[in-house]
Nanobody
Framework: QVQLVESGGGLVQPGGSLRLSCAASGSIFSIYFMGWYRQAPGKQRELVARITSGGTRNYADSVKGRFTISRDNAKNTVALQMTSLTPEDTAVYYC???????????WGQGTQVTVAS
């Protein structure tokens, strides 16, 4: 089992920045992908960004150029730096960890990000 604990959500004005962090513990040796998903009210959960243990990154088109994902394998953490935030970025953001085979998929409890003036 892997436990994921997120931090860093909150309220920010449009155009502002926010940094989310996620710490993993437990059977972390099995983790290959770490990433962030989000779910806005009435919408499906969607991938925001993810990064492999080797540092390969993928981003949703809607956040490219604005969000940056980073990972510290030594500390078992993943972070999401969000800039130029818009109200459309408002959602609950979930940290996610997946094993290399995809057979194990873990989720954090979620952290609320609200972009409003």
């Amino acid at each position: 089992q892997v436990q994921l604990v997120e931090s860093g959500g909150g309220l920010v004005q449009p155009g502002g920045s926010l940094r989310l962090s996620c710490a993993a513990s437990g059977s972390i040796f099995s983790i290959y992908f770490m990433g962030w998903y989000r779910q806005a009210p009435g919408k499906q959960r969607e991938l925001v960004a993810r990064i492999t243990s080797g540092g390969t990154r993928n981003y949703a088109d809607s956040v490219k150029g604005r969000f940056t994902i980073s990972r510290d394998n030594a500390k078992n953490t993943v972070a999401l730096q969000m800039t130029s935030l818009t109200p459309e970025d408002t959602a609950v953001y979930y940290c996610n960890a997946v094993s290399a085979t995809g057979s194990n998929n873990f989720w954090g409890q979620g952290t609320q990000v609200t972009v409003a003036s």
